[in-house]
Nanobody
Framework: VQLQASGGGLVQPGGSLRLSCAAS????????MGWYRQAPGKQREFVAR???????NYADSVEGRFTISRDIRKSTVYLQMNSLKPEDTAVYYC?????????RGQGTQVTVSS
């Protein structure tokens, strides 16, 4: 299984971006998919996750601003990011779990700057 993240870019503070994570196969078999991010010099940070049943969790830092969703028919998970702040600048990665096996995609750069 391969995961392909896209949708990053440069946006001004307060702006929005939507990230996409397309899987090479069906995402129906994953019991968990999510997004995490890593800024330069910092550790990997959890952002959001969506479970197979559709429930979601968010990091406190993005709660109320970011929304994770999925389209099973398109085998894609999305991260809608609103009210972006400079501290959201990072490389964003998607991952997925099938049992105890984690699959990771390549990252997409998000830069929030005026």
């Amino acid at each position: 299984v391969q995961l392909q993240a896209s949708g990053g870019g440069l946006v001004q503070p307060g702006g929005s971006l939507r990230l996409s994570c397309a899987a090479s196969g069906s995402i129906f078999s994953f019991h968990l998919m999510g997004w995490y991010r890593q800024a330069p010099g910092k550790q990997r940070e959890f952002v959001a996750r969506i479970y197979g049943g559709g429930s979601t969790n968010y990091a406190d830092s993005v709660e109320g601003r970011f929304t994770i969703s999925r389209d099973i028919r398109k085998s894609t998970v999305y991260l809608q990011m609103n009210s972006l702040k400079p501290e959201d600048t990072a490389v964003y990665y998607c991952n997925a779990f099938k049992g105890t096996v984690e699959y990771r995609g390549q990252g997409t750069q998000v830069t929030v700057s005026s």
